[in-house]
């Protein structure tokens, strides 16, 4: 696909990246479920390529929504009328799936949560591989800011790998710690709905 594309063995450009996922989507989801008819594709975003928004996760989903809508493999929800609809929970697994392939080939070996909510929304807890969603989580006003730091998810998962298999004795520590804020994070994201007290907040931050 890289030489077909003409693009660099070693590439890591988003653009490049983001050209090669959609050839492979497209090829990959034609093979399966029939060919995707003659199409143009026009993708913007209003998400920072490369910020750790997820992104790339954003384009995956849309793309593999697109393309199985597109080749009949899922159903077009939205009836004329209607400016909002949703696919059945089969159809979004399946959207799932191939969203989580065109991230890896962004990525390498991402874990599926950023595409699991470009898919689902709302708050997930991933955990050993497994998503779950979150219940009720309140409604809480959040400050991204955009730093304008690129990096890399690819080489941050890669780092963060190569430093577990290194410094086990330092590392499982800090696995353990992060653990244990998730779960207090989700414990009290779970307790705010019934009793929003602003005590909640200071231990969220």
């Not at 898919?119 to 979150?134: D, E, F, M, N």
């Not at 730091?149 to 430093?163: D, I, Q, W, Y």
């Not at 207090?184 to 705010?192: D, H, T, Y």
Request: proline share 7%; net charge negative.
């Amino acid at each position: 696909l890289k030489e077909f594309a003409g693009i660099a063995a070693g590439a890591s450009a988003p653009e490049s990246l983001a050209t090669l996922a959609f050839l492979y989507m497209c090829l990959a989801i034609s093979a399966k479920y029939g060919d995707v008819p003659s199409v143009d594709i026009l993708v913007w975003s209003e998400l920072p390529a490369g910020a750790g928004l997820g992104s790339s996760a954003a384009y995956a989903v849309c793309l593999a929504a697109a393309l199985l809508t597109a080749c009949g493999a899922i159903s077009c929800p939205l009836k004329e009328g209607e400016s909002t609809a949703r696919w059945t929970e089969e159809e979004l697994t399946l959207i799932n799936s191939w969203a989580f392939q065109g991230e890896r080939v962004i990525h390498g070996n991402p874990s599926g949560v950023d595409n699991a909510v470009g898919t689902w929304g709302g708050a997930l807890r991933y955990q050993s591989g497994k998503i779950t969603p979150l219940n009720r989580v309140p409604t809480l006003r959040i400050l991204l800011t955009n730093t304008k730091v690129p990096r890399s998810t690819k080489v941050l998962v890669a780092g963060v790998k190569e430093k577990i298999l290194k410094f086990p004795a330092i590392m499982n520590p800090v696995l353990d710690s992060i653990d244990a804020i998730s779960q207090e994070c989700q414990s009290v994201l779970e307790a705010m709905p019934a009793n929003p007290s602003p005590e909640y907040y200071p231990v969220l931050e």
